[in-house]
């Protein structure tokens, strides 16, 4: 049965299609989420001036086939900050891991730490350290925290190895706090922690699981 249905969420992709349409991505907190914006790329359009990491409520049209169809959208807010090169593609790299994360079942949880995460990559004076504690938090709410019960100061296969990406005991330590312990508990851990190194195993764990990540290309690793 075709059906109107209101959503909120978080825009992470736009892509022009033809005869001006625009596809845009969202993560909200009932899951990732495809529509299409009819004529979206007219400039008098309103859901042609919906930018990367607006928040947003929408309404959309859906079919028993294809994707649905965005009929109305109101802005709700904009995250300024993110303008910097470097904060932009961290929040790109965070954006892609939610969506590809952000199942049914998982979204409730998930939404709330990404949200976080944008906020804090857009403000922090180091915005290395909240992509570092939201991506790890996104992974764990996805369902695929890695074991971190063994001896071994590296991540290899979801598991501490004697190869793999090397944290050292700084890092081992901050990962476990950024899983185990409350946001505002585990980010002093983090303060004297490899940031790098924990970004570089996101990446590689991240990838294992969910296969190549675009935006992991463009990060300075």
Not at 30 to 42: F, N, T, V, Y
Not at 95 to 119: D, M
Request: proline share 7%.
């Amino acid at each position: 049965m075709e059906r109107y249905r209101l959503e909120e969420g978080v825009v992470v992709g736009r892509k022009a299609l033809p005869q001006g349409d625009l596809l845009l991505r969202f993560v909200t907190p009932r899951g990732s989420l495809e529509a299409i914006a009819k004529k979206g790329l007219r400039p008098t359009g309103r859901s042609g001036r919906l930018s990367l990491f607006h928040h947003v409520r929408f309404q959309v049209y859906a079919k028993k086939e294809g994707l649905p169809t965005l009929t109305q959208a109101e802005l709700l807010g904009k995250l300024f900050g993110l303008e910097a090169p470097q904060r932009y593609l961290y929040a790109c790299f965070l954006a892609e891991l939610a969506y590809r994360l952000a199942s049914p079942e998982v979204a409730p949880k998930l939404f709330p730490i990404f949200v976080s995460g944008l906020r804090g990559i857009a403000k922090h004076q180091n915005p290395l350290l909240p992509l570092v504690w939201a991506g790890w938090r996104v992974v764990k709410a996805g369902g695929l925290a890695p074991n971190l019960m063994g001896p071994g100061l590296f991540l290899k296969e979801g598991r501490l190895a004697d190869e793999g990406v090397y944290l050292g005991e700084k890092g081992v330590e901050a990962l476990r706090a950024i899983l185990h312990l409350p946001g505002g508990e585990a980010l002093p851990y983090l303060e004297d922690a490899p940031l790098e190194r924990l970004l570089l195993a996101l990446k590689r764990h991240g990838e294992e699981a969910l296969g190549p990540l675009q935006s992991g290309a463009t990060l300075a690793l």
